[in-house]
């Protein structure tokens, strides 16, 4: 009798360890990575913090309302190029994103007042991008003393804001 209730035992056992396995196989291809799932071409906005260079801290440039969210994704065949809102644009004198290793101009895409929307290519979204910026501050908005620093940022992009 006990050898019938073992037997018994590792067939259901093993009916549900190949239940298991037959729901996985079923439904593993419909759960995708949305970091390597490429996007339809078309034109999306996306959120974004602007960290200080090397934390997980956002920087005065995301804080201080020098940029202005969401961005604008643009998606063509699998690549990406990223719109950004400069709203402090005269204080903003130079906008550089690291491309293979080296910091490159941003494309001016227009402009208007003070603010200027910048477009720049990023080869995966789910990576930090540096970006190199110059912030001059005129003596009138500093009490007396010029502002004029230069700074890396880190762009990081949240996936799931995607719309």
């Known amino acids: 009798m006990n050898m019938i209730m073992n037997r018994m ?11 298991a396995a037959l729901v996985f196989v ?25 960290y200080k260079d090397g934390t997980t801290s956002p920087s005065y440039m ?3 309302g020098y940029v202005a969210k969401p961005a604008t994704l643009i998606a063509a065949n699998g690549q990406y190029k990223v719109r950004v809102t400069i709203t402090k644009s005269a204080w903003v ?5 690291q491309q293979n290793g080296q910091y490159v101009n941003a494309t001016v895409v227009s402009t208007s ?21 110059h912030v ?9 003393v010029p502002y004029d620093h230069d700074y890396i940022v880190q762009f990081v ?7």
Do not use: Q
């Open 26 to 50: 079923v439904l593993a291809p419909f759960s995708t990575n949305k970091a390597n799932a490429a996007l339809p071409n078309g034109t999306y906005t996306i959120d974004y913090t602007v």
């Open 157 to 163: 992009f949240d996936e799931d804001t995607i719309n």
């Open 62 to 64: 995301d804080t201080g």
């Open 93 to 97: 004198t130079e906008f550089k994103t």
């Open 113 to 133: 007042g003070d603010t200027r929307v910048v477009e720049f290519p990023v080869s995966d979204l789910s990576a930090l991008l540096n970006a190199k910026l």
């Open 9 to 19: 035992n590792l067939k259901k056992v093993m009916l549900t360890v190949l239940m």
């Open 136 to 144: 001059s501050v005129p003596k009138e908005y500093t009490g007396g």
